[in-house]
């Protein structure tokens, strides 16, 4: 898919913001499919459009969009989801990464910089800037409290079942180090397609959603130093 074949769908309850993001995603070959101003009316648009991207809004009346967000993916979980937003909270940040979304995107970006991170999404990056990727790492970095069930279940579990491959580890590592999929084709000398499929079995093995998830778990895990990300 290119950006000429995308299709997105915008969620705010600004209507002069709307018009001007459509501006600008229009004149650059973008498919704006549809426009809602609240959380139920995205998801009803949804529903009903498919759009590949929806770009939302967090502070809505009716349904917010982390909710909507939530609820979307729930039942959609083809749809890719960015949050555009003022907020740069870390606590709204977390929460729409652990909600499912695909990026989280400042309203202060500029035009270029803000398509080349929509973009990005069709080829299977998550839509974060540098700055705030790294906060969700060293977030989702954090140790968390396991009972003695979870510790016991680990301890009996092979290790082949709670590990990664030697060459998806490699991958995992130049992802969080901020790699495009081409540069770690190139680095590992295979193919996009390869990183891909990598990428995939990642997802399925951890049972995560996202590749910043993929990520924090991974430096949680002792596999990725928590400092290696080098500002991504």
């Known amino acids: 898919m290119n950006v000429n074949t995308m299709r997105v769908l915008l969620a705010d309850d600004h209507p002069l913001f709307l018009e001007g993001l ?3 995603l229009a004149g650059r070959g973008v498919n704006v499919v549809g426009t809602a101003n609240d959380g139920l009316q995205a998801i009803e648009l949804t529903r009903a459009l498919r759009p590949d991207v929806v770009l939302m809004d967090i502070r809505m009346p009716r349904c917010n969009g982390l909710d909507a967000t939530r609820l979307i993916k729930a039942e959609m979980p083809e749809v890719k989801i960015v949050i555009l937003t003022m907020s740069e909270d870390d606590e709204d940040l977390f929460d729409a990464i652990k909600s499912g979304a695909s990026g989280y995107l400042p309203k202060s970006l500029t035009a270029e910089e803000f398509m080349g991170l929509v973009i990005g999404v069709l080829e299977g990056e998550p839509a974060i800037p540098r700055r705030l990727a790294a906060r969700i790492i060293n977030e989702f970095a954090q140790p968390e409290p396991r009972s003695r069930e979870q510790a016991a279940h680990n301890s009996s579990t092979p290790a082949s079942d709670r590990t990664l491959t030697r060459r998806q580890i490699e991958v995992l590592q130049m992802v969080a180090q901020g790699y ?20 995939g079995e990642i997802l399925n093995r951890l049972h995560l959603q996202n590749r910043a998830q993929v990520i924090a778990y991974a430096t949680r895990a002792g596999w990725i130093a928590p400092d290696s990300t080098n500002g991504v």
């Open 180 to 199: 495009t999929y081409k540069e770690i084709a190139a680095a590992l000398n295979i193919t996009e397609r390869t990183v891909e499929y990598h990428m």
């Open 22 to 24: 459509r501006n600008v």
